[in-house]
Nanobody
């Protein structure tokens, strides 16, 4: 079993930046692809970004491409989401997840078997 804990969320103004972190413990971190998802109040959970175990492959939702960047440091068992040029529509609870296939870097939430508790990101005007 792998346990995931997100951090780094908070309140930021439109156009600002935040960096989210997800620390993993339990099973070997490098054996998993990792993804970020988000869920706004009253809306379904949606894909944000993903990265394969070796960082060779990454994937992004169209809504964040060019603004967000996912990375990982397997020596620290941590995955990051750098968020720039934030917009109010980015307001959501952000979750990290560990994928069943270490080579996967897509947005199908069914491919992710382990989830963190989430961290709140609020973008104000």
């Amino acid at each position: 079993q792998v346990q995931l804990v997100e951090s780094g969320g908070g309140l930021v103004q439109t156009g600002g930046s935040l960096r989210l972190s997800c620390a993993a413990s339990g099973r070997t971190f490098s054996s998993y692809a990792m993804g970020w998802f988000r869920q706004a109040p009253g809306k379904e959970r949606e894909f944000v970004a993903a990265i394969s175990w070796s960082s060779r492959d990454t994937g992004y939702a169209d809504s964040v491409k060019g603004r967000f960047s996912i990375s990982r440091d397997n020596t620290k068992n941590t995955v990051y989401l750098q968020m720039n040029s934030l917009k109010p529509e980015d307001t959501a609870v952000y979750y990290c997840a560990a994928g069943r296939n270490p080579y996967y870097a897509g947005g199908d939430f069914r491919q992710y078997g382990y989830w963190g508790q989430g961290t709140q990101v609020t973008v104000s005007s």
